[in-house]
């Protein structure tokens, strides 16, 4: 079959003389689209390169101009009889203008979004907000109010009592009365320790959730503020206080060396995750805290995994099958029976293991086997290191904890090993891997790690 073409039909020859016509009125069909083609390249690249800055300038913009915030707080700033600094959220007697040093915001702890509740009652409910008696702040609907309920029926059911002046001539009726007030307020010395001592707690709940912070629960000025008013009341000469009417207990962490070859990096990197848990003046070791009087004390001891001489696993029996109460006495061989009553003294544990082949030594996983009701329900965190920081090891051990039904907390610190290493029989470590350690915010992992093992056991 023969193809059909629609050629266009050509001009004819231009004969008569006039092809300057003809010339021009081609020039102008084409000028368009025959300059783009012939220059499309540059434009193109133009094109490009615009795009470019206006990205590049976008970019410093959004670095260099901050962004506008507005405050939280809607009521009149005004110092209160009992120094209450904390209601209206400012520092002292000094009255403030609503202006920035005033200003409480919804402070995310995971996003980055900040919500406000602008400067008066009425743009505060505009936007969502409504008034916390707790903070004494109108709060936007995505900031928590943990506590709350219990701050405002504290007084048996009852809402504290506010007063327009300080001769107590004039009540205000409710809490809504106190947020739409827009000048000072009196209240009692009660009401502003019970306000602190809520607050604090809603402050540590709000962490655990990592959930929004306001800035009243974010300001270390207010906390200083809280904990110096309960401290000071304390202190009172009120011989109900000196009662002898407390306990504590003290909760023992059991770290743990994990591999048994000799040399070994093991008993150094224990050491050393010891060391940074006992100097941290937040965990309470004997460092910090009184064993004798902190009901959260703990004692860190080291085992040495290699020291328990354990074989391959040898028990005919399951450990799992055994009697929870009281596992020890079943298991048929000696050593198991010693490693079980060694476990069953600890409260928590912290495995300090090494990356072997990408997952923890034999040793370890081979003692974990050995028993079962002994580990069920503690709680447990994992220091890992290898070449680089032997993630993988922690992972697979990870695993394992929870198949033995511990509760492992979520901070797993893992040591980069470049520069230590084992010479001959004695094992140093090296400066240069404890400055990395360092720069890397290891130390800070590790509080974090013992800090929620801390609070497992409070549990
Ligand atoms: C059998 C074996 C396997 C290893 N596999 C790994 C590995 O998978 N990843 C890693 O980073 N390092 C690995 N290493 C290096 C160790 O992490 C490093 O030697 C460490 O010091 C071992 O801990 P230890 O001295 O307490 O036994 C391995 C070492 C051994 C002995």
Known sequence: MPLSRNYE?????????????????????????????????????????????????????????????????????APLATGHTGHTGHA????????????????????????????????????????????????????????????????????????????MTQQMKDYDE???????????????????LYLLRRGHEVHMRGDRLDTMLGDLEHVDHCTNMLADWLRRDDPVLDHVGTSGFTHCFMSFTSSTRR????????????????ADPIIPTNHSTNPDTDPRHITLEIIDLSSQNLPLYDESIIPASLPAADPTPHYSKAHTRAWSAVVRQYDAFIFVTPQYNWSIPASLKNA??????????????????????????????????????????????????????????????????????TGAGIPGMMRNMGMELVCELDK
Not at 25 to 47: D, E
Not at 270 to 278: E, P, R, S
């Open 368 to 437: 974990l086997d050995y028993l079962f009701f002994e580990w069920v329900g503690k709680p447990a965190g994992i220091v890992s290191y290898g070449s680089r920081g032997g993630g993988k090891a922690a992972e697979h051990l990870r695993g394992v904890l929870t198949g033995l039904r511990m509760r492992v907390v979520g901070t797993a610190p893992g040591l980069s090993v470049k520069f230590t290493g084992v010479s001959g029989e004695k094992v140093e470590l090296d400066e240069r891997d404890v400055a990395g350690w």
């Open 92 to 167: 002292g007697d000094a009255v403030y203008p609503i202006e920035l040093e005033g200003q409480r915001q919804c402070l995310p702890t995971k996003s980055r979004t900040t919500y406000s509740c602008g400067n008066s009652t009425t743009e505060a409910e505009e936007r969502g907000c409504a008034y916390d008696p707790l903070a004494g702040c109108w709060l936007h609907k995505e900031c928590p109010r943990d506590f709350t309920h219990e701050f405002a029926t504290f007084n048996n059911g009852q809402p504290f009592a506010y007063y327009y002046d300080e001769a």
């Open 263 to 278: 040399p070994r990096l093991n008993p150094t990197i224990t050491q050393y995750v010891y060391d940074v848990l006992f």
């Open 9 to 77: 039909p050509v001009p004819k020859a231009d004969t008569d003389g006039d092809s300057d016509v003809t010339l021009t009125n081609r020039q102008t069909r084409r000028g368009v689209p025959g300059f783009l083609k012939r220059n499309l390249a540059a434009i193109t690249i133009t094109g490009l390169l615009v795009v470019l800055m206006m990205l590049v300038v976008a970019v410093i913009t959004s670095i260099t101009v901050e962004p506008f915030r507005q405050i939280l707080v809607v009521k009149t700033p």
């Open 178 to 196: 106190v947020g739409r007030n827009p000048d000072r307020y009196w209240t009692s010395i009660r009401e502003h320790l019970v306000h602190c």
